[in-house]
């Protein structure tokens, strides 16, 4: 018995020694592997609020970044990458009113002011969505040991909204200056002091740019076999190419595309897609149309934070095609006023607003306007747009009363009717709601309207589809099936009665 009590005890005690050599190589292993590669943020800090591909604002660097001693590109974008961090983790905080990351950006000094906004912040249910559009960096001195420098942002363009109990008390823009001292801790820059030098409100200026010509004879445009992806792995050109030529021999003069956000890359853009995009325009420029194009489809989230994303998606595509002899205007959203149910009005309209900016700072000589889906949201921006585009999907007898009272109400700028039409379906979900025979009067009947008060006009659209996708109108077949008749020419390439009425 005591010997198979001793043998017990031994083999417990040689398990246990196991144990522990296979716990200490596992953890030799694994610091060996960590001073062999390097320290790796993503596991040293809170990575949930780290901002890759989440917060991209305008940087713009002075010279090299200091003027006394060189400074390597290497070591100038670690500087900017934390910097752009620190703000990163500084909007969340504020958004949750928690600390998470905090201390992986500032060092303790600098945390002190931070957390006593978020105390008194959490304490009186206040909150705050913020975000930065734009940095004008300089590194002003930097150590001779490397650990030290001081950065200045000058005109940093800030926007604010501030929430008691969930209701909007607050909202500003400010372009503020600001001198920082960041210490170089563990390999990264984290910032110590910071003060606001500067401060004052955002005032844009305003701007105008004039219309090519303003007898738009029109029509929104996608390829028949590929509604809503033009630019997808169908794409062919020789197939938008004849499509064109077809549009222009029936007397139209402008398309509208479309840019699918997620589709050409978000922020990150997709160059194979911009090629794409100017080919659609070279052959418009061979075709004698002009192009609208419009920027953000198939989008509708406009959180704050999101901002400087959406700005590099614009500020790419803009730059890419803005000398393009065939473009002609910019819309920023299609039907963006159907989005302040569901996300609000003061978000939807704050990030146009900023958005018409942008594109006017990079494009100073094409138009920008909105395709708002009726008559009633119009007059939102008015003063800031140089376009007024609006869709027409109501009773046509309204129309043209509709269109008077707006033209009073907007006086002096351009105005097109962007989307109109009628569905030719008379299937199961709609009997006898309509044909080919009452979508050919439709169009006969607003042609002489349009004739009449000289309007310019984008109808929807040349062909019937044979599929519309999920992400358009759901999968509701009384929804989708009225979608696919809207053409002027049939799935089978056969022009249907409203044809002779696409233009006047």
């Known amino acids: 018995m005591v010997k198979t009590n001793r043998k017990i005890i031994r083999g417990v005690l040689m398990l246990t020694y196991v144990i522990i050599i296979g716990v200490l190589l596992f953890l030799v292993s694994s610091l060996y592997s960590f001073l062999n590669t390097g320290a790796d943020r993503s ?45 990163y983790v500084k909007h969340i905080a504020y958004k949750t009113n928690t600390r998470v990351g905090i201390e992986d950006y500032f060092t303790e000094s600098a945390r002190t002011n931070i ?47 501030v929430f008691k109990d969930n209701v909007l008390i607050l909202e500003t823009t400010e372009v503020n200056t600001y001198r920082y001292i960041l210490l170089l801790e563990d390999g990264f820059w984290r910032i110590r002091h910071m003060v606001k030098e500067n401060s004052k409100p955002y005032q844009p200026e305003i701007t105008t740019a004039t219309l090519a010509y303003n007898n738009i004879k029109g029509i929104n445009y996608y390829p028949q076999a590929t509604p809503w992806d033009m630019f997808g792995e169908d794409y062919d050109i020789s197939i938008i190419d004849n499509d064109f030529k077809i549009i222009e021999d029936a007397g139209l003069n402008t398309i509208r595309i479309f840019v699918q956000y997620e589709d050409f890359g978000k922020a990150n853009v997709d160059y194979n897609k911009i090629l794409k995009l100017k080919e659609v ?54 039907e963006p006023n159907l989005d302040f149910d569901s996300r609000g009005k003061e978000n939807v309209v704050g990030w146009l607003n900023f958005m018409i900016d942008l594109i006017k700072d990079i494009d100073k000589v ?3 306007t909105v395709g708002w889906s009726n008559t009633e949201s119009a007059t939102i921006l008015k003063d ?5 585009s609006f869709h027409y999907y109501e009773d046509k007898e309204k129309f043209e009363s509709d269109f008077l009272t707006l033209k009073i109400n907007i006086p002096n700028k351009p105005i097109i009717l962007q989307e109109f039409g009628l569905s030719s379906y008379s299937g199961i979900w709609r009997p006898f709601a309509s044909s080919e025979e009452k979508q050919a009067n439709y169009y006969a009947e607003m042609q002489k309207v349009l004739t009449k008060n ?7 659209t040349l062909y019937d ?28 390439g056969e022009k249907k009665l409203s044809f002779k009425h696409i233009s006047n």
């Open 43 to 87: 596991k040293m800090l809170h990575t949930e609020v780290k901002k890759i591909d989440q917060y991209l604002p305008k940087v713009t660097w002075k010279d090299d970044g200091n003027e006394g001693r060189k400074i390597s590109d290497q070591k100038v974008k670690s500087v900017e990458n934390d910097y752009l961090d620190a703000w």
């Open 115 to 161: 957390y006593s906004i978020l105390d008194y912040n959490k304490k009186n249910n206040i909150t705050v969505e913020s975000t930065t559009l734009k940095h004008n960096l300089d590194i002003e001195f930097f150590s001779e040991d490397g650990q030290l420098l001081v950065l200045t942002d000058t005109d940093a363009l800030e926007y604010k909204k």
């Open 281 to 334: 325009l070279d052959v418009a420029k061979k075709n004698n149309l002009k192009a609208v194009v419009t920027l953000f489809d198939f989008y509708g989230n406009y959180d704050v934070l999101d901002w400087t994303l959406n700005h590099r998606h614009a500020e790419k595509i803009v730059s890419a095609i803005k000398d393009h002899e065939a473009l002609l205007a910019w819309d920023i959203k299609n």
């Open 366 to 368: 094409h138009p920008v």
């Open 384 to 388: 800031k747009l140089d376009i007024i």
């Open 454 to 460: 000289n309007i310019s006009f984008m109808s929807w």
């Open 465 to 492: 589809f044979d599929n519309v996708p999920k992400e358009v109108l759901g999968r509701l077949p009384w929804r989708t099936n009225p979608q696919k008749k809207f053409g002027f020419i049939n799935s089978l």
